[in-house]
C-alpha cells in the first residue's frame, strides 16, 4: 500500500518551547492529511483536517492558535507544537489519501511521540 | 459519521479463527464499513472495507449482515502478531476523515 512517513519518531522538549512534526506521503499525492493525537489507552482523536494550500479546519475544542499546521505541498503537511507544556505530551499521527477517485482509503504514519518535560 | 459499536476485548487462541463484531445501526446507505487495526505504540493499519457484500483480502474476511446494521471482521488463523486494537468505522467515501470509537482490544495467546 502506499506509504506515509513522520519524522522525528520521537521527541523530548522543554516546556515552554515549539516542536515541528512532519507528515509525509512518499509515494503518493496527498491534497488533504489529518492529524490525529492519542493519549495513553484511548482512542485516536482527530485534531485537524489539513489541506494543501489553504488554512487547516480544525477539530471542535482544538486551538489551532497551538497547533500550527501547514501543508505546504502535495506531499508534506507539517504540525508544530506552539509553547509546548506537559499536558501536549502525547502520540502524534498524521494520515493522507491518495484520492477521492479511490476507495478513499486512508494511509497512516507512523507516529511521533511527545513528551514535554 | 455513523456510530460503532464493539466489545471493548475479545481474547483468541493462537491458531484459530478470531471473530470481531461490530454494530453500526445507523449507517447510511452510501456508508461503507473500514477495518483498521493498530499495534501498540504504531499508527493504524488498513484491513479491509466493504459496502454491503462480503469481502475478502489476504489480511481477512469481512461479513456484513443483509440489513447492513452489524458486521463481523474474521481473522482466519490468528497469530500473536494479531494482537491489536481493531477498530470498526463506518464513512461516507468523498468525505476522507476518519472518526475512531474505542475500537475491541484483541489478546492472541499461545
Known amino acids: 500500500g502506499a506509504v506515509v512517513s513522520q519524522h522525528p519518531s520521537w521527541v523530548i522538549c522543554k516546556s515552554g518551547t515549539s516542536v515541528k512534526i512532519e507528515c509525509r506521503s512518499l509515494?503518493?499525492?496527498?491534497?488533504?492529511m489529518f492529524w490525529y493525537r492519542q493519549f495513553p489507552k484511548q482512542s485516536l482523536m482527530l485534531m485537524a483536517t489539513?489541506?494543501?494550500?489553504?488554512?487547516?479546519?480544525?477539530e471542535q475544542g482544538v486551538e489551532k492558535d497551538k497547533f500550527l499546521i501547514n501543508h505546504a505541498s502535495l506531499t508534506l503537511s507539517t504540525l508544530t507544537v506552539t509553547s509546548a507544556h506537559p499536558e501536549d505530551s502525547s502520540f502524534y499521527i498524521c494520515?493522507?489519501?491518495?484520492?477521492?477517485?479511490?476507495?478513499?482509503?486512508?494511509?497512516f504514519g507512523e507516529g511521533s511521540r511527545l513528551t514535554v518535560l | 459519521d455513523a456510530k460503532t459499536t464493539q466489545p471493548t476485548s475479545m481474547d483468541c487462541a493462537e491458531g484459530r479463527a478470531a471473530n470481531l463484531p461490530c454494530n453500526h445501526s445507523?449507517?447510511?446507505?452510501?456508508?461503507?464499513v473500514y477495518w483498521y487495526r493498530q499495534i501498540h505504540s504504531q499508527g493504524p493499519q488498513y484491513i479491509i472495507h466493504?459496502?454491503?457484500n462480503n469481502e475478502t483480502n489476504e489480511m481477512a474476511s469481512l461479513i456484513i449482515t443483509e440489513d447492513r446494521k452489524s458486521s463481523t471482521l474474521i481473522l482466519p488463523h490468528a497469530t500473536l502478531r494479531d494482537t491489536a486494537v481493531y477498530y470498526c468505522?463506518?464513512?461516507?467515501?468523498?468525505?476522507?476523515?476518519?472518526?475512531f470509537g474505542t475500537g475491541t482490544r484483541l489478546l492472541v495467546s499461545p
Open positions: 494520515s493522507a489519501s491518495p484520492g477521492l477517485e479511490n476507495t478513499g482509503e486512508l494511509f
Open positions: 509515494d503518493f499525492q496527498a491534497t488533504t
Open positions: 489539513s489541506n494543501e494550500g489553504s488554512k487547516a479546519t480544525y
Open positions: 445507523t449507517i447510511s446507505g452510501n456508508e461503507y
Open positions: 466493504g459496502l454491503k
Open positions: 468505522i463506518v464513512r461516507v467515501v468523498g468525505f476522507q476523515k476518519l472518526v
